[in-house]
């Protein structure tokens, strides 16, 4: 069931889109080289009790979850570009690292994402993650009152052919209120002109996320952390945005915290 929120709901989501936004900007600030994955999920952790957060991750299990996820942060690791699951792991120079976080304040949800190069970075992975921000631009520029959710696909998948990589559909973004996913499905392709008409209230995730040579991944034996078929490295970036008159409202927009 789609869910449309009112004004008052939606400025009650802001502390939420707040929260997650600043977790991510810590996490980019600290992760450093030799930093173990388990460290950072345990900051989190600490964030998220200090703060009387929930995750929305630790009891998740999804269909295509091997077991409950059981940490609170997801942590993808060059090849790997979705629903990384945190091991034990010491980050090594020029790793690509995902970060993808999600929690409920106040019986609210927001989601969002980030890809960073800790270390030396090659100009091949710094354009990677450029061109997977253009696109969450471009996807959030298009999630306006009187258009349709293929906008909003089409919007991101031009960017990504544009800069010569293919789109995978199989994960996307998604509808966020009270739980972290919901309807609809916010797919990285479409035509525009179809699908659902965006109207005032709706609140979604929005979240592009492209791998340097192929659209095709695997699942890692955790039966949660998905990776490349080819080894190539993949970026991912996400924001929670409310649908209003007066155009998107970033929630989790990281120049507020």
């Known amino acids: 069931m789609i869910e449309y929120y009112s004004p008052a709901e939606i400025e009650a989501m802001r502390p939420a889109g707040r929260f997650v936004a600043g977790i991510l900007s810590e996490l980019e600030r600290t992760a450093e080289v030799g930093m173990n994955l388990l460290e950072l999920d345990d900051l989190v952790a600490r964030r998220i009790k200090e703060a009387g957060a929930v995750s929305c991750y630790v009891d998740y299990h999804p269909s295509f979850g091997a077991s409950p996820f059981g940490k609170v942060l997801c942590t993808s690791v060059n090849d790997a570009v979705l629903h990384g699951l945190p ?140 990776r490349s078929a080819d080894g190539s490295r993949g970026a991912h970036m996400e924001h929670t945005i409310a649908i209003t008159e007066d155009g998107p409202i970033v929630l989790t927009a990281r120049d507020q915290v």
């Open 87 to 226: 091991f034990d792991y010491k980050i090594q120079d020029g790793d690509l690292v995902s970060f993808d976080f999600a929690a409920e304040v106040d019986g609210w949800v927001a989601d969002s994402a980030l890809s960073v190069v800790v270390g030396n970075a090659s100009e091949h992975d710094l354009h990677l993650i450029d061109t997977t921000a253009r696109a969450l631009e471009a996807g959030i520029g298009a999630a306006r009152v009187g258009n349709k959710i293929g906008d909003i696909g089409h919007a991101i998948a031009t960017v990504a052919r544009g800069d010569g990589l293919s789109v995978n559909t199989q994960f996307g973004g998604h509808g966020v209120g009270r739980t972290m996913h919901g309807d609809p499905h916010i797919p990285n392709d479409g035509r525009p002109g179809r699908g659902m008409k965006l109207k005032p209230g709706l609140v979604i995730a929005i979240e592009p996320w492209f791998l340097q040579s192929t659209d095709e991944i695997v699942y890692d034996p955790d039966g949660w952390t998905l």
